[in-house]
């Protein structure tokens, strides 16, 4: 398994060299907000979002301050709005008022913001502060199990398994790797095993 964790590691990074997060996001609690908004909703419709949210609410303050009905409206095609809008400002102004100011760096402290669950804060752990993270969303968990990476569709029991097997100092890069393959590779329906570079190491490709 050890070889072929690796194998994969390797062909992934040679197909994304930058293995970027891809939200767009200045500040660490911007990248909190835009998280909570990918919820249900891609990446890209996110990013059209968040410069105009930014803009009215420039500050962590102006965010926990905000009027949940306005940021509703800003937000609105992201998707479940009410909630989205209700945790951003109160996560923002736990933030501000228990935080100091700035977004936590261990797994407890970042559950108890609204909104926040496991995927989102690996997301954060790994991106603001570099720590080993592993982040299950849809594409990791349907590629983990179809290259016998990991069994199951529980994001926290495919989180365990990940990191059983992941170098920790690769595990991150690796779920947004994992992510830009997702999307134009190994895709839910129809996935392109024609051109496939993880084809020899993925098991319902070969059938075993």
Known sequence: MEEKVAAIIAAL??????????LHYGKDYELMISVRLSAQCTDARVNQVTPALFARYPTLDAFAEADVAEVEEYVRSCGFFHHKAQDIVAACRMLRDEYGGRVPDTMEQLLRLPGVGRKTANLLLGDLY???????????????NRLGLACGKEPEKVERQLRAILPPEESSDFCHRIVLF???VCT?????????????????FSGK
Request: overall charge positive; proline content about 9%.
């Open 13 to 22: 990074r040679e197909r994304y060299p930058d293995a970027l997060c891809a």
């Open 188 to 204: 839910a329906r129809s996935p392109h095993c024609d051109r496939c570079e993880l084809r020899p190491y993925c098991r319902e």
């Open 182 to 184: 997702g999307r134009e």
């Open 130 to 144: 570099g720590k080993p993270a592993v982040v299950c969303d849809t594409h990791c968990i349907r590629i983990a």
